[in-house]
């Protein structure tokens, strides 16, 4: 779960599984990070986690008439490519974004 602060900020608690097995799960500290959002819609996320894990940034793209946001994740540990994408799901913008996308 991750809340954009409407301000360039974000927190995430997640849980994590490899293989079937728990890496990571709602009871450690939430991550940090910051985001950006670009006039068309589009924009990036950088997440910083608090247990070890390396940093992840992805980007993103606002749809749904800014209730949802549709992400592609380009960096984990250094690695580069595309890593994982999905949907991040429902959200508030305190700015709407209404492109075509």
Do not use: W
């Not at 749904?64 to 959200?91: H, L, T, Y």
């Amino acid at each position: 779960m991750t809340e954009f602060d409407g301000r360039g900020g974000l927190t995430q608690i997640d849980t994590v599984t490899v293989s079937g097995e728990v890496v990571a799960d709602f009871t450690h500290t939430p991550a940090t990070g910051t985001y950006t959002v670009n006039s068309d819609c589009t924009g990036t996320f950088t997440i910083n986690f608090t247990d070890g894990r390396p940093p992840v940034v992805a980007n993103l793209v606002v749809v749904e008439g800014g209730s949802e946001i549709d992400s592609v994740v380009i960096s984990a540990g250094g690695n580069q490519g595309i890593i994982a994408s999905g949907a991040i799901g429902k959200r508030r913008f305190t700015k709407h974004c209404t492109s075509a996308h």
